[in-house]
């Protein structure tokens, strides 16, 4: 299995909400990231766990909260969030963290605030 | 700080045809990895070739290949035998042997091919 999974593809929500993407991989990865990608522009390194643990907050605001349970899973807890924070979110893992080691990206989910 | 330049927003070609697409990089490090993501209008965000810094031989896989001149710092993709499915915005990524597995990309190349 060389595929991360993210759920949902879609999301809406008001700015009262709070809601979760889950980003999941079985290919025995120890490194997970977040990205949020605007359109037409890269992606943007928002947090990386390592080994479960919070290695990297590219400073990114509270009403963004990650949370890896699991070596395969990851989750991003969305809370209060603003217009400007509508984009595609992906996930991407890797086999760890050091060096040299490639990024397998998922889908994305797709995020409007509404 | 690292930064990677693609100089072209938008590029078209004819199917069948041969296409580069330009990359540039600045570092100061010696030991780093080089890498073409390709990001079809479904999202999912595609490794299409990767070049480590310390060979000399270009890379290339099937269809695609790079020129690396590590001493201009110039990283270009060449996609050969273009095809409708190449149609994708195509980002250009460095990662450097000190940031762990930090990727820093490229604005982005968006790919037309036309039939």
């Known amino acids: 299995d060389t595929e991360v999974t993210q759920t949902p593809k879609h999301l809406v929500m008001g700015m009262t909400n709070k809601k979760s993407l889950k980003c999941e991989q079985h290919?025995?990865?120890?490194?997970m990231y977040w990205y949020k990608q605007k359109a037409k522009k890269p992606p943007e390194l928002m947090f990386v766990?390592?080994?479960?643990?919070?290695?990297i907050n590219e400073s990114v605001p509270s009403r963004f909260s990650p949370e890896c349970p699991n070596s395969s899973l990851l989750n991003l807890h969305l809370h209060a969030l603003q217009p400007e924070d509508s984009a595609l979110y992906l996930c991407?893992?890797?086999?760890?963290?050091?060096?040299?080691?490639?990024?397998?990206f998922g889908p994305g989910t797709r995020l409007t605030v509404l | 700080a690292q930064t990677v330049t693609q100089s072209q927003p938008e590029m078209s070609v004819q199917e069948a045809e041969t296409v580069t697409l330009s990359c540039t990089y600045d570092?100061?490090?010696?030991?780093?990895?080089l890498f073409w993501y390709k990001q079809p209008p479904s999202r999912q965000m595609i490794l299409v070739i990767r070049?480590?810094?310390?060979?000399?031989q270009n890379a290339t896989e099937n269809r695609f290949s790079v020129n690396f001149q590590k001493a201009a710092k110039s990283f270009s993709l060449k996609i050969s035998d273009s095809q409708l499915g190449d149609t994708a915005m195509y980002f250009c990524?460095?990662?450097?042997?000190?940031?762990?597995?930090?990727?820093?990309f490229g604005e982005g190349t968006q790919l037309t091919v036309n039939p």
């Open positions: 766990y390592s080994y479960e643990k919070l290695s």
């Open positions: 070049q480590e810094a310390y060979k000399q």
């Open positions: 290919m025995g990865h120890r490194a």
């Open positions: 570092t100061s490090e010696s030991n780093y990895y």
């Open positions: 990524a460095f990662m450097q042997e000190t940031s762990g597995s930090r990727l820093t």
């Open positions: 991407a893992s890797s086999p760890s963290w050091s060096s040299y080691n490639e990024q397998f």
